[in-house]
């Protein structure tokens, strides 16, 4: 996969940064091409083979796509990275905490560019000094009318 830079990710080094995105306007990613060997690899990785992902010959004979996709989950799979890339969480630690609300909603074609949109919908205090944040995430693709994955992701994090 490789990204195509755009604005400098946002420093975030404390809870009151994350609260102050509350009702804000999202963060956006910068663009993501999905080629087939990463579409490969994480058919490797994760055992799923099935042919409309890891063939791109047959994907075009006979899917109903026109060529060969990346798995769901290897979509939902980059909103760590992109968020990462997106926003500089100046902390001592951060964990992904889960993930509510997850949908496909069109595919994902190889060759495609994908960014992400982070929208902060709460940030609430837990333990140890930390706080946990839901974020609602788009992933885009570009050119298409609909998104192809709408999650709400949850992060924990502790300054």
Known sequence: ????????????????????????????????????????RFAEATGDHQWIHVDPERARRESPFGGAIAH?????????????????????????????????TSPVLVGSQLRASFAVQSVTDVDDAGVQVVWNVTLERQGSERPACVAEFITRHYF
């Not at 604005?7 to 663009?31: H, M, Q, T």
């Not at 992109?82 to 630690?93: F, S």
């Open 1 to 40: 996969m490789t990204t195509s830079a755009t604005a400098a990710a946002k420093p975030l080094g404390n809870a009151a940064a994350l609260r102050a995105l509350v009702g804000a306007d999202a963060l956006v990613s910068e663009w993501l091409t999905i080629d087939q060997a990463s579409v490969g």
């Open 72 to 104: 769901g989950f290897l979509t939902l799979s980059l909103i760590p990275g992109l968020l990462d890339k997106t926003a500089t969480l100046e902390q001592r630690m951060g964990v992904n905490y889960g993930l509510n609300r997850v949908r496909f």
